[in-house]
């Protein structure tokens, strides 16, 4: 293989790397995503003799690494939910402030109040970080209306306190599995990665259903 042509593929991928972190709405993968471009970019610059560069890359390496020891040893997060009335202002200004980024999940959603619904928002060191809406079914089951997480926080760690026992969201009553319908194509990667599986409704429908873990004793 060409010398000359495996230093441009080195000096392309950091570039790649470097273009997909400022695409990552996590902290977490963008600093990931930046420490390997900018180590793509030390070797690169190293080879092509820029010296210049390369000592910008390995400060932006060392600034990678700070920020991510900082992220991966960060305190134990505090996670609670808070349940909010239909007609919550507080729930009718998160809907609309997230009106778009919701309906890439649910591209047809319309918040349609209940006597059976409930609205929870996920809290995460008290910060609103995401917002579940649904109804308990029969069988024991849980219709997700809306399970929505705002950008900043979507590193997974909502839905898991969410669909785990510490948020009692489905203990009372109890219910033994959730179920949603799949929406657009972001939400269906989501509802895969949480671990539910492609079904049908009685009427036929397709549906995505989570059996969940039972609460301990």
Known sequence: MDSGFVVELIGYLGSA????????TSLLKLRLF???GAAFFVAYSLIIKAYPIAVVNVVI?????FFLRDLLSKKTEFFTTLEVRADS??????????????HTYREDYVYEPREDQVRVFILRDLVPAGLLIGRPCADHAFEVELDYVVPRYRDFRVAE??????SGVFTD?????????PGTSTNIDYLNR???EPDTD???NAIFVKDLQPALP
Do not use: K
Request: aromatic share 16%; net charge negative; with cysteine.
């Open 17 to 24: 790397m470097i273009v997909i972190s400022l695409t990552r």
């Open 34 to 36: 930046g420490l390997v």
């Open 61 to 65: 390496v060392g600034i990678h690494l």
């Open 89 to 102: 202002r507080i729930l009718a200004y998160f809907l609309e402030f997230n009106r778009e980024d919701i």
């Open 161 to 166: 306190f969410l669909y785990s026992d510490r």
């Open 173 to 181: 009553p109890q219910c033994e599995r959730v179920w949603s319908f």
């Open 194 to 196: 949480m671990g539910f």
């Open 202 to 204: 009685a009427d036929g």
